[in-house]
């Protein structure tokens, strides 16, 4: 079982747990994801890892509080342990010999993009980030931003905080500005992730996009996280998240990824009135 020894809310809709799991603290890279059963008849469900401490023997995920398993996963408090905790799985983030990057997190997608900024910037790299929220009280990991970027940026839907606009918008003023990258990484909703590569498509700037479709074994064996790149089928959880933006077919993700919103509503229902029936 693994203790979660740290609770904290980020914002009304997103958690930060750091997790008791010192194997996979030993062997995570960033990019990476674990899969986690919040209880034994959970379903399965991954999450990047957003931190980790090989010395603590602790894993960092931060996830938003918007189905039915993240419900169950954030009922959970400190001391008390998460059923399954598998990992690390995919393929780490490629960030070698990269002397100058962008990294632009949208939502709850910045606890993904914040590890890479951070690895990246270990590696004296110099890291320009751009973080998109709807509004100001959603924003998250700024000052973990800070630290490790040499430029940032946020970026609010409504202008309550930082700059008024989209991150393709703040992309859009650094490449103007002269900036010249190496390359862009991309991590956040998929119609976000879009738009971001056809910006850079426009300037001929590598993109890395992360993908994490509905998946369920996590090892290649089921391909219900199958994405087409480059006309390819592709599974995310063993050829990726990672992928070239420029090569996904976005529009397929998006379609794929709406068929379980039916069922995913039910059982949110289900799960809220479990959770009311236990407090009555």
Do not use: W
């Not at 859009?172 to 119609?191: F, H, K, M, Q, R």
């Not at 879009?194 to 290649?220: A, E, H, Q, R």
């Amino acid at each position: 079982m693994y203790r979660i020894i740290e609770k904290t809310s980020l914002n009304e809709t997103v958690t930060k747990m750091v997790v008791e799991a010192p194997l996979i603290a030993k062997k995570a890279q960033p990019g990476q994801f674990i899969i986690f059963r919040a209880t034994p008849d959970g379903e399965r469900v991954p999450l990047t890892i957003a931190d980790y401490d090989a010395d603590r023997g602790t894993v960092t995920i931060i996830f938003q509080v918007i189905g039915a398993s993240t419900m169950e996963l954030n009922a959970l408090n400190e001391g008390d342990c998460i059923c399954d905790f598998v990992g690390p799985l995919g393929t780490p983030s490629r960030i070698d010999n990269l002397k100058k990057v962008c990294v632009i997190g949208g939502g709850v997608g910045c606890a993904i993009a914040y590890p890479v900024a951070k690895a990246l910037h270990k590696k004296g790299c110099e890291v320009h980030t751009v973080a998109g929220f709807r509004n100001k009280d959603l924003v998250i990991l700024e000052d973990e931003f800070k630290a490790v970027s040499d430029v940032f940026k946020i970026m609010t839907d409504d202008g309550s905080y930082g700059e008024k606009g989209l991150v393709t918008n703040a992309l859009e003023s650094l490449i103007a500005d002269g900036n010249t990258y190496d390359e862009v990484i991309a991590i956040g909703p998929l119609i976000m992730m879009k738009f971001v590569c056809l910006t850079t498509k426009k300037y001929g700037i590598k993109t890395t996009v992360s993908m994490n479709p509905i998946m369920v074994d996590g090892t290649g064996m089921c391909g219900g996280c199958r994405l087409t790149v480059g006309g390819e089928t592709k599974f995310a959880c063993v050829d990726g998240p990672d992928f070239d933006g420029h090569a996904v077919d976005f529009d397929e993700a998006m379609s794929r990824g709406g068929i379980y919103r039916e069922f995913e509503a039910k059982r949110r229902e289900e799960t809220c009135n479990l959770f009311k029936k236990e407090v009555e």
